[in-house]
């Protein structure tokens, strides 16, 4: 992801001290805040704050929240950063980065189903609330496969491909050999695109019809293929691809 308004090149102009957290009444620290009205009623810079921890000798933490917000455009574009992206703007630096990109892990978990509850998997839907918290922000596009039992409960999700900004290579072995060392009943195939329309190509459509094809042969039912965009998902079964 190109970064507008690079941090390297005067993330903070000027040579003026920033107000530290210890300067403002105890009452207004987001620290102390979020013991009194609780989490929900902080805003984001006050959260993002609580998570960095401490500010530098030229800017508090509060401001690097800010700028943080600033320099990436939102709450959402900066959840998306990849580590390097966030420690190349100045203040922050490499412990920072990764508690920030720690935190936006951890949230995308947290809204996913557990895979040791046996998720059972009957509609689009249940499959699109398993796999959208943790590939809507991918900023690469990858192909997964969700391994079913003969239940239809999620035994694994297996990376099959990592590609570039718009394409991952997809060869049916890499797809069917987990499932079939697993001896899964059925799959279901999930990329995300990375530009955050869900919408299926033409290449989608050919690549989900080769691997059914291929689950024919080894055994193995390929139910459904989802493609995942920013907030939305597209089932090609519920487009009738499938």
Do not use: W
Request: one cysteine or more; hydrophobic letters at 45%; glycine letters at 8%.
């Amino acid at each position: 992801m190109e970064v507008s308004g690079s941090p390297r090149n005067g993330a903070f102009r000027g040579n003026h001290v920033r107000p530290k957290i210890t300067a403002l009444p105890r009452e207004a620290r987001p620290r102390e805040r979020l013991h009194v009205v609780g989490p929900q009623a902080l805003g984001t810079t006050e959260l993002l704050a609580i998570v960095l921890g401490t500010g530098t000798r030229a800017c508090g933490v509060v401001p690097l929240a800010e700028q943080l917000l600033s320099t990436f455009g939102s709450l959402q574009d900066l959840s998306q950063a990849r580590l390097e992206e966030i420690d190349r703007v100045q203040g922050v630096g490499p412990a920072k980065a990764a508690a920030l990109v720690a935190a936006f892990e951890l949230g995308r978990r947290a809204h996913a189903p557990a895979p040791a509850s046996r998720y059972a998997i009957r509609t689009p839907a249940d499959a699109a609330r398993l796999l959208l918290p943790v590939m809507r922000s991918l900023d690469r596009e990858h192909f997964r496969a969700v391994l079913l039992n003969t239940r239809h409960e999620v035994t694994a999700v297996v990376e099959v491909a990592v590609g570039s900004l718009d394409t991952a290579p997809i060869h049916p072995r890499e797809v069917f050999k987990e499932a079939v060392r697993r001896s899964a009943a059925a799959v279901i195939l999930a990329h995300n695109h990375p530009s955050g329309n869900p919408e299926p190509s033409a290449d989608d459509l050919a690549i989900t019809e080769r691997l059914r094809a291929a689950g024919r042969i080894v055994g193995i039912d390929v139910l459904d293929h989802l493609i995942v965009g920013n907030g939305s998902v597209v089932s090609l079964r519920e487009r009738g691809a499938l």
